[in-house]
């Protein structure tokens, strides 16, 4: 009898600037009734409260775990295999594939419930330097023939509005056994460790699933034969890596105003919502720097209920020149603004005065996707 895993490629490590390589290799143990409970006959888990409930079953105790901390995330792959036998001639075959697999973010805490595509969507880890990698293999009846190896990279990135500010700086020109026994076996299991993430709370995570897998022949008699060297581990993957956002949420960001003197300036989109300027006049444009009364998500379309605080400057060799004191509101992708500008005359005025007051209104535009046009 031919005991086999699946075919794979073997995983390639690749040393890359900025990169720091994990590989999670924490030994597989036997999943309880009640967290497999959680957990549908397709491998899904359903929402957080459910993936609450396995992790409590399976990491619970282990110190420094605390489910109910907003600070902790646990990023959870659950494998489901598929189990065949085959029969050709005399020699039968018992086979192990990956049929299904799916991956979710936990984040601690009693008000982060996420359910249904919400949950399973979800890729992001909130800056956080707890961050656990747990996984589940269900209807695995050849657990004992390999070990995890899951890969996982943490890539260093600037925070969202740090790389703002950076390309805003940019326009000043700053730069920045048996077959029975197998049967009757175990075959639900799970593993898992907290990820290395000191100094990286701003990072892209890229976990790879693989496994270390070691061949055996069975021969009609039971005995093993032709085994392979003990000293060589073959990893093959379980699927494509799996990456995962993790930038916290932030109090300030930097952007492009660009005014708006009529209706015809601006351009809605109708799926999003989101109004955004037609055409970008650089010489009319201002930097902006938001400063908003409580950490948002500079990534999300969302609207923000209340304004935010805006300062500007000109776009030009003498940003002085105009300086721009106001308030913003709306989705934080394209929101408008409305305030007022110093502005240095080109002459001094009937009064005598260099500098006058003008009421300003246009839309605040995210650095990204604009920048370019500017320079």
Not at 109 to 121: D, Q
Not at 270 to 296: C, E, H, R
Request: aromatic share 8%.
């Amino acid at each position: 009898m031919l005991l086999t895993l699946l075919r794979g490629t073997p995983v390639m490590a690749q040393t890359k600037a900025e990169t720091h390589e994990q590989v999670v290799k924490a030994g597989l143990k036997a999943l309880s009734e009640k967290a497999l409970a959680q957990i549908s006959d397709d491998g899904e888990i359903a929402n957080s409260a459910n993936a609450a409930i396995l992790l409590k079953e399976t990491i619970g105790d282990t110190p420094g775990v605390d489910l109910e901390d907003d600070s902790f995330h646990c990023i959870i792959h659950v494998a489901k295999w598929n189990f065949e036998r085959e029969v050709d001639g005399e020699a039968r075959y018992i086979r192990q594939n990956l049929k299904d697999q799916h991956w979710y973010v936990f984040q601690g805490g009693k008000g982060n419930l996420l359910s249904g595509e919400e949950f399973s969507a979800n890729r992001r880890i909130w800056g956080s330097k707890r961050v656990w990698l747990v996984y589940v293999h269900l209807n695995s009846k050849l657990a004992s023939r390999y070990t995890p190896a899951y890969v996982v990279s943490l890539t260093k990135k600037n925070p969202a509005n740090l790389d703002a500010l950076t390309g805003i700086l940019g326009l000043f020109g700053i730069g920045a056994g048996e077959f029975s026994e197998l049967q009757n076996a175990a075959s639900n299991f799970w593993g898992g460790e907290p990820l290395e993430m000191k100094g990286w709370s701003a990072s892209d995570i890229s976990v790879l699933p693989a496994v270390s897998v070691k061949q055996l022949i069975i021969g009609p008699d039971g005995q093993a034969f032709g085994r392979v060297d003990p000293a060589v581990v073959t990893q093959m993957k379980l699927g494509e890596a799996a990456t995962f956002d993790n930038e916290g949420r932030h109090r300030w960001d930097a952007g492009i105003a660009v005014p708006i003197r009529r209706a015809t300036d601006l351009k809605f989109d109708t799926t999003t919502g989101v109004a955004t300027p037609a055409k970008i006049d650089k010489t009319a444009a201002l930097a902006m720097l938001s400063l908003f009364p409580y950490p948002i998500d500079l990534k999300s379309n969302a609207s923000q209920a209340v304004p935010h605080l805006l300062f500007g400057v000109d776009i030009s060799e003498k940003p002085l020149d105009q300086v721009f004191v106001g308030a913003g509101w709306g989705p934080v992708f394209a929101n408008f603004y409305a305030g007022g500008s110093y502005v240095k005359l080109t002459a001094p005025n009937a009064e005598g005065k260099e500098r006058e007051w003008q009421l300003t209104f246009g839309v605040l535009m995210k650095v990204r996707g604009i920048i370019d046009k500017l320079k």
